[in-house]
T-cell receptor
Framework: SQTIHQWPATLVQPVGSPLSLECTVEGTSNPNLYWYRQAAGRGLQLLFYSVGIGQISSEVPQNLSASRPQDRQFILSSKKLLLSDSGFYLC????????????FGSGTQLSVL | QKEVEQDPGPLSVPEGAIVSLNCTYSNSAFQYFMWYRQYSRKGPELLMYTYSSGNKEDGRFTAQVDKSSKYISLFIRDSQPSDSATYLCAMSDTGGFKTIFGAGTRLFVKA
């Protein structure tokens, strides 16, 4: 069976500090990978998606970047965090050719102070 | 106009009630329709999945899609306190890489 791991669960960072969130998927190969952000009481905003190693598409101009160094690894980064980067970050994956079902990780609650 | 509109609630019902959750959308290209359940501080979990129009039933849950009206619904029968969560509708077009989510409706089921 497939599983998705996302860490850390909670992170408190000062403004201007760097960020690295990691997500890995097990039990599948060549998945589509996604990073979403969810602000309090709001829906999910797509930040990045990737269809393969080294292939990143950005949906929203922002202070964040993403990388996919391995087939089942997806990393969200920032060089200098802003207060507005606070939120709940979710990694997700999807089978190729299995409709549009997304499967999410457990999320990272990021607070920038 | 947002692509997907969903009433954020909160919606509070007594245990055993029938719950109706709804979303409207504007993009006629959407073919895949999903409902996710999200408990506080957790990742969303896929609850119901429907392709094109029609109904789908799974236990106490029924999903309906009316493409002519661009309207989807989730019904929960015999609601339980454990159903208290945020319910997100989501949809996508064929071959697209992006899934669009509604804002989510917070549901409280009182014992």
């Amino acid at each position: 069976s497939q599983t998705i791991h996302q860490w850390p669960a909670t992170l408190v960072q000062p403004v201007g500090s760097p960020l690295s969130l990691e997500c890995t998927v097990e039990g599948t190969s060549n998945p589509n990978l996604y990073w979403y952000r969810q602000a309090a009481g709001r829906g999910l905003q797509l930040l990045f998606y990737s269809v393969g190693i080294g292939q990143i598409s950005s949906e929203v101009p922002q202070n964040l970047s993403a990388s996919r160094p391995q087939d089942r690894q997806f990393i969200l980064s920032s060089k200098k965090l802003l207060l507005s980067d606070s939120g709940f970050y979710l990694c997700a994956w999807r089978f190729h050719g299995d409709g549009e079902k997304l499967f999410f990780g457990s999320g990272t609650q990021l607070s920038v102070l | 106009q947002k692509e997907v509109e969903q009433d954020p609630g909160p919606l509070s019902v007594p245990e055993g009630a029938i719950v109706s959750l709804n979303c409207t959308y504007s993009n006629s290209a959407f073919q895949y329709f999903m409902w996710y359940r999200q408990y506080s501080r957790k990742g969303p979990e896929l609850l119901m999945y429907t392709y094109s129009s029609g109904n789908k039933e799974d236990g106490r849950f029924t999903a309906q899609v009316d493409k002519s009206s661009k309207y989807i619904s989730l019904f929960i029968r015999d609601s339980q306190p454990s159903d208290s969560a945020t319910y997100l509708c989501a949809m996508s077009d064929t071959g697209g890489f992006k899934t669009i989510f509604g804002a989510g409706t917070r549901l409280f089921v009182k014992a």
